[in-house]
């Protein structure tokens, strides 16, 4: 059913590996192995705008987290009336959960077509083609070397071959590693960059465990062949490169671009509000401040009042007729 991916994903590899003959020996392991690595960079570029798109998807479920919080408060005992009102929420606001899941889905397929036709080419018989590529270029892949490895081989065949090839096992396991630690970064990069969003979140909690069993998926990397190593490692690199520009271009809110107010600005702002509400109050500014600082100044204590002096009076001189207890006669 996807041999249609098959081909397309052999024809790639073919064409790239004919452009990279012009500068290096065509049945090298690095012609191959460039192949591979520009196919990488080739899907990779094509995805940045899904990755930007999965930012913005992001950034929009964050802001409507309080409204989704608040809807789980409302209808935490009806989850199918729950789940109606935070689609319609996010449909009214344009907002899709599965944006931020797009890269991934878009990539699957590549590493699905590139892991079947490597290891077609291991498996092929002689004088068989393998979709796209021709029998002389599958015979060129599978003599290809890089370091004592060959594009198809894998960590557990190198292993179990009788007798073992030491420089396959060494490069395929360093490869493994490689990509085990760069799985890990990746997604522990993005984790830390994302916004503050439900812990509660189906992808949170997805992320959260991915963070986890990233190291494991080097378990898995030892059944890969060298070039599915070899696009794992230049994808992850690619990743870790493009998240840092990323998101240097649109920082998330509170971070680079958009800085909590300091304690400077608050103060103005408060100013600022004070200003307003005293301009309602029919008051200039001007006027509020003179009056302010009359207010602030120190109110002088009011002086004693000064007791009034008494008044000397000065005898007067009665008349004779007075002065004694006789009369005139």
Known sequence: MLDWLYEIVSQLIVWIHTGLSVVV?????????????????????????????QIH???????????????????????????????????ENGANPLSGCLPLLVQMPIFIGLFQTLKRISDAKEGHDVFAMKWDLV?????????????????????????????????????????????????????????????????????????????LFGLFGLGFPLGVLMYWVTSNSW?????????KKYPPPGTNGEAAPTTTAKVGAKAGGAKAALSKNGQSPSGMKAKLKKEAEPVPEPEAEAKPKAARNQPTRKPRSKRSGTQKR
């Open 239 to 247: 990743t870790l490169a493009q998240q840092h520009y990323i998101y």
């Open 57 to 91: 998807a992001s950034r929009k479920m964050q802001e409507l987290n309080p409204k989704v919080q608040a809807l789980r408060k409302k209808y935490k005992n009806d989850k199918q009336r729950l789940n109606q009102e935070v689609m319609k929420l996010y449909q």
């Open 139 to 215: 015979q060129s892949a599978q003599n290809a070397n890089i370091f004592g490895a060959h594009i198809p081989d894998t960590f557990l065949n190198a292993w179990g071959a009788n007798p073992k090839v030491w420089s396959a096992i060494v490069v395929t396991g360093i490869a493994v590693v490689i990509s085990s630690i760069t799985t890990f970064f990746t997604v522990r990069a993005s984790m830390k960059r994302q916004p503050v969003t439900d812990d509660a979140n189906p992808m949170m909690q997805a992320q959260k465990m991915m963070v986890f069993l990233a190291p």
């Open 25 to 53: 020996p065509e049945d090298s392991g690095w012609a191959w192995g460039g192949s591979i690595i520009l196919l990488t960079v080739l899907l990779r570029l094509l995805l940045v705008p899904l990755f930007v798109k």
